[in-house]
């Protein structure tokens, strides 16, 4: 089993940064590959960056390529979403998730998530 826990959500005004941190527990977080999701109000779970295990490989939604960076630290079984350039079209709650092994880069491909963290940005 593996605990996500997410923070670093809040209320931001376009343009503007944040980020996200997921804190990972209950299994060696080197071996496990990472991403982030988020979920609007209406809408199902968007992929929006993924990083491999060693950190080697990342890929990206084309909608937040150019401003959102996924990076990880396995010293502190943390991986991390900085968010720049900000629109209110980013609003959406963040999810953390992870995988043991690589696949398909939808929701339902990863074996654990965290409860998320909401990202408000006013225009």
């Known amino acids: 089993q593996v605990q996500l826990v997410e923070s670093g959500g809040g209320l931001v005004q376009a343009g503007g940064s944040l980020r996200l941190s997921c804190a990972a527990s209950?299994?060696?977080?080197?071996?496990?590959?990472m991403g982030w999701f988020r979920q609007a109000p209406g809408k199902e779970h968007e992929f929006v960056a993924a990083i491999s295990w060693s950190g080697g490989g990342t890929v990206y939604a084309d909608s937040v390529k150019g401003r959102f960076t996924i990076s990880r630290d396995n010293a502190k079984n943390t991986v991390y979403l900085q968010m720049n350039s900000l629109k209110p079209d980013d609003t959406a709650v963040y999810f953390c998730?992870?995988?043991?092994?690589?696949?398909?880069?939808?929701?339902?491909?990863?074996?654990?998530w965290g409860q998320g963290t909401q990202v408000t940005v006013s225009s």
């Open positions: 998730a992870a995988r043991s092994s690589l696949g398909p880069l939808t929701w339902n491909a990863y074996e654990y």
């Open positions: 209950g299994r060696t977080f080197s071996s496990l590959d």
